[in-house]
């Protein structure tokens, strides 16, 4: 496929999604470090992304039960990152399945 092609195909490509009304979200990292979130809260926009990171040397487990978002993101290590879309607005609690104590809020404006 030629270039002039390849960038004609991206060109309309950008040009539905930004017809749709679809908007591409910010994305923002949490951590997890010393059995606590590095955040107590923070306020995102709709579309945005966060992603969890372990920074610990050992598992967590990432859920929320709000009816706003529900997930529960699985056990996963050090090193690891998992990642949630924020879709409709509201303040989500999220906590830690394997550590009582690890609590955060998310605001989505």
Do not use: W
Request: charged share 20%.
């Amino acid at each position: 496929m030629n270039q002039r092609l390849v960038t004609s195909i991206i060109a309309i490509a950008s040009g539905l999604i930004m017809a749709s009304g679809a908007a591409v979200g910010k994305e923002y990292t949490v951590g997890q470090a010393g059995k606590a979130f590095t955040q107590d809260k923070i306020t995102i926009s709709v579309g945005d992304v966060v992603h969890f990171e372990n920074n610990d040397p050992f598992f967590h487990n990432v859920f929320s039960l709000s009816s706003t978002k529900t997930f529960d993101l699985g056990s996963y290590p050090k090193g690891d990152a998992r990642s949630v879309t924020f879709d409709e607005p509201g303040v989500i609690e999220v906590e830690c399945a394997l550590h009582g104590d690890m609590f955060m809020l998310i605001e989505v404006e």
